[in-house]
């Protein structure tokens, strides 16, 4: 069964600082993966999406992760913070054979320090 | 473009009373997923519909917990009845492409 793992509950960073946010996942096969963003009061938001080829994807407001089969990480970062980043961070694995489930990390509260 | 559309938005109700959750997914996605977001246990997933047919519904928590969807635009959660550990955040989501969910805004249930 899929599994996602998010060591880091809460991070707090400067605003223009760097940011990494860590992802484990348990799956068998290669798994589909996916960084999601929730505001507050908000639903979630795709960031960005790994299905296969290049390990480093970009996705949007900035932010890019690397894929790292040997070690089943899948880590969000982003090069400068700004104090709109803040919010929670989810880390999702899914596969096409499972008909489209998406299972989610606990999620990484992000508070940005100005 | 209309996103995925829930409502209500918010529904406080006492224990032991039927509650009814909707959601019109975004128009030609084929796949609806049921989230239920606490503080204790994060996001949930309690079934997920491909093409209208349930495909799983592991996640969902007891006889209680019911959901249908009769057509390609409309799905609907119930809980009957209600309980006070039934409060949370649920959400619901579709997809065209693997993993890639829009989400509503949620619907947020108090139960007194």
């Known amino acids: 069964a899929q599994s996602v793992t998010q060591p880091d509950i809460h991070i707090t960073v400067s605003e223009g600082a760097s940011l990494e946010l860590r992802c484990n996942y348990s799956y068998g096969a290669t798994p589909y993966l996916f960084w999601y963003v929730q505001s507050p009061g908000q639903g979630l938001q795709l960031l960005l999406k790994y299905f296969s080829g290049d390990t480093l994807v970009q996705g949007i407001k900035g932010f890019e992760a690397e894929f790292k089969r040997s070690q ?4 969000l970062r982003k090069p400068s913070v700004h104090w ?8 999702a694995v899914g ?6 489930k998406v299972i989610f990390g606990p999620g990484t509260s992000l508070s940005v320090i100005p | 473009d209309a996103g995925v559309i829930q409502s209500p938005r918010h529904e406080v109700t006492e224990m032991g009373q039927e509650v009814t959750l909707r959601c019109k997914p975004i128009s030609g996605h084929n796949s609806l997923f049921w989230y239920r977001q606490t503080m204790m ?7 997920y519909f491909n093409n ?11 006889d209680r917990f019911s959901a249908k969807m009769p057509n390609a635009s409309f799905s609907t959660l119930k809980i009957q009845p209600s309980e006070p550990r039934d409060s949370a955040v649920y959400f619901c989501a579709s997809s065209l492409f693997t993993g890639e969910l829009f989400f509503g805004e949620g619907s947020r249930l108090t139960v007194l």
């Open chain 1, 84 to 91: 709109s980043d803040a919010a929670e961070y989810f880390c």
């Open chain 2, 41 to 47: 246990r994060g996001l949930e997933l309690l079934i």
């Open chain 2, 52 to 62: 209208n047919v349930p495909i799983d519904d592991s996640g969902m928590p007891e």
């Open chain 1, 95 to 100: 596969a096409e054979t499972s008909y489209d």
């Open chain 1, 72 to 75: 089943s990480s899948f880590n």
